[in-house]
DNA sequence: GCCAACGTTGGC
DNA sequence: GCCAACGTTGGC
């Protein structure tokens, strides 16, 4: 029994880590979340669901390309490496605290969509949709099967 | 368990 | 760079 495909929108800066360096390494442990709904998300996430790729703190903030859930969430390795900024001395290899997925690349996006083209949409999209809700700042966050359709029907409008 | 202080996120 | 909103920490 495999379950259903789900789909999800996961945030990071481009100055950090965008698209084009996924696109460019393939497929990224997506490591450094320290939230525990995120990661609680992450979690739930089985191999194939759909990614939405948004770049927050950029120049236009939206979402930028299509990736994929490459496997199923393990720990994040970063958590118990002094050195990283991730490091975290409360959590340990018995219990790990923290755990990601890998994200594989799937494309860009002909044109993105502009967070500002999402609220928009709002309305459509519902109250419930995490990346609009007032004071929400999840870095990963699910979407509905109507939402994803709704939003990449919003792609190449934007000329 | 309360809550002030602090750190982080992320749009602008 | 600013700052609102939120999560976490830690004293009590």
């Known amino acids: 029994m495999t379950a259903r495909k789900r789909y999800w929108l996961m945030k990071s800066e481009p100055d950090d880590f965008s698209i084009d360096d996924l696109k460019r390494v393939g497929t990224e442990p997506w490591t450094g979340v ?6 609680n998300f992450m979690k739930a996430m089985q191999v194939g669901d759909g990614v939405l790729f948004y770049h927050s703190n950029a120049e236009v903030p939206g979402i930028y390309g299509i990736a994929e859930v490459a496997c199923t969430a393990y720990p994040d390795p970063s958590q118990f490496d002094r050195k990283s900024k991730y490091f975290d001395e409360k959590s340990n290899p018995e ?22 083209q999402i609220r928009e949409h709002a309305e459509q999209l519902g109250e419930d949709f995490a990346l609009i809700r007032k004071g929400t700042r999840l870095s ?15 792609e190449g409008r934007n000329e």
Do not use: M
């Open 95 to 116: 219990q790990p605290r923290w755990e990601l997925v890998d994200v594989k690349y799937v494309r860009h996006l002909k044109h993105g969509i502009s967070l500002n």
């Open 140 to 154: 990963v966050l699910p979407v509905s099967a109507a939402q994803w359709k709704l939003l990449l029907s919003l």
């Open 34 to 39: 320290r939230n525990y709904q995120a990661r």
